[in-house]
C-alpha cells in the first residue's frame, strides 16, 4: 500500500470520528440544554433565594444574610420532618428493593402466563400518583376498606390508619410498595442477562436454588442493587409528597409531615418561598449524606469480602 493511500486512510477515519462524535453531541445538546434551564439555573436560583426574604409574591427580594439559617435552628416543624422523612426512608426504601426484587427474579424465568404477571407488577407504575393516592383513601378506610376486612378474617379488629401516627406512616409505604415498575425491569433484564452456564455448572456441583441465589444471582446483580438503592432513595425521599398530601396533609401530629411537603406548605401557603427553598437545601444535604453512608457501607462490605 503507497504511503499517500495510508494516509488518505487515516484521514478518513479521522474524519468519520469526527463526524461521530459530532452527531452524538448533537443528539446530547437537547439534553444538556434541559439539564441546564430545568436543573442547574434552578439550584443556583434556589440557593440565592434561600438568602433573601423572597415571598415569591415580591419582585424585588431583599438579602438578609443568615436570617433565614438562624430560623432553621429553632423550627420544631423542621425537626419532626426530618424525623418523618429519615423513617419513611428507612422502611420504604428497602421494602421496595425487597418487593422490586423478588418480583423481578420470580418471573425472569419463563412460566405459563409470566407476560401478565409482568405486566400487572408493572401496571400501578403508570397510574397516576394522585389516582393511586384516592384509591388508597379507600383502601384504608377504617370502617369498609378492604384492608381491615382482611384483617378481620384473621380475628384482628383493624386500624384508623390515616388517624394514628405510625399507621399512617406505614399506610403511607403500603401505597408506595406497588410503584416499583422500574426497578421491577431492570432487575428482570439484569437476571436474564447472566450466562446460564454458570448455573448449569452450579447444579452439577450439587449448588440448590437457595445457594445459586446467594452466591451467584446476587454477588453478580451487586452493582445495579447498588444503583437502585440510590435511585429509591432519591426517589422516595420525593415521591412522598402526593401520598401525604392527599391522604393526611402531613397529619396526624407531624407524622407524615416530610420534607417536600413542608417545603410546599412554606412556599404556596405560607408565603415563605425563600425559607422553603433553605429546606430543599437541607432536603439535598439529607438526601446526599443518605447516599454517601450507602455508598460506604457497599465499600466496607467489598473491602471485607
Known amino acids: 500500500m503507497s504511503r499517500d493511500v495510508a494516509t488518505a486512510i487515516r484521514n478518513q477515519a479521522v474524519d468519520d470520528k469526527q463526524q461521530r462524535s459530532l452527531t452524538a453531541w448533537g443528539f446530547l445538546a437537547p439534553y444538556g440544554i434541559a439539564v441546564v434551564l430545568l436543573v442547574a439555573l434552578p439550584a443556583l436560583l434556589n440557593v440565592a433565594y434561600a438568602f433573601t426574604d423572597h415571598t415569591g409574591l415580591t419582585r424585588d427580594p431583599q438579602f438578609i444574610g443568615l436570617a433565614n439559617v438562624r430560623r432553621l435552628g429553632s423550627d420544631s416543624f423542621l425537626v419532626d420532618s426530618l424525623e418523618a422523612s429519615l423513617f419513611h426512608v428507612a422502611l420504604s426504601v428497602p421494602l421496595r428493593m425487597l418487593a422490586a426484587v423478588g418480583l423481578g427474579l420470580l418471573f425472569a424465568a419463563p412460566r405459563p402466563g409470566g407476560r401478565w404477571f409482568r405486566a400487572a407488577v408493572y401496571l400501578p407504575t403508570v397510574i397516576p400518583d394522585v389516582a393511586l393516592a384516592v384509591l388508597f383513601l379507600w383502601v384504608l378506610n377504617p370502617l369498609y376498606g378492604p384492608l381491615n376486612q382482611l384483617l378481620g378474617l384473621f380475628g384482628h379488629p383493624g386500624f384508623n390508619w390515616l388517624a394514628e401516627p405510625t399507621t399512617a406512616r406505614i399506610g403511607v409505604v403500603l401505597m408506595l410498595l406497588f410503584p416499583i415498575g422500574e426497578g421491577f425491569l431492570v432487575v428482570l433484564a439484569t437476571r436474564r442477562l447472566l ?17 445459586q441465589l446467594r452466591r451467584l444471582t446476587l454477588p453478580m446483580l451487586a ?18 409528597f402526593v401520598p401525604a398530601y392527599v391522604l393526611t396533609d402531613g397529619r396526624p401530629a407531624n ?18 418561598f425563600a425559607y422553603a427553598a433553605l429546606i430543599t437545601i437541607v432536603l439535598m444535604a439529607v438526601t446526599a449524606t443518605i447516599i454517601v453512608a450507602q455508598l460506604l457501607v457497599v465499600r466496607r462490605w467489598r473491602v471485607l469480602r
Open 195 to 211: 450466562n446460564a452456564r454458570l448455573y448449569e455448572a452450579a447444579a452439577l456441583e450439587g449448588c440448590g436454588p437457595f445457594g
Open 223 to 240: 452493582p445495579v442493587l447498588v444503583l437502585l438503592a440510590v435511585r429509591d432513595t432519591i426517589l422516595t425521599l420525593q415521591v412522598n
Open 255 to 272: 407524622a407524615t409531615l416530610y420534607l417536600p411537603v413542608y417545603i410546599f406548605d412554606h412556599a404556596f401557603e405560607f408565603s415563605g
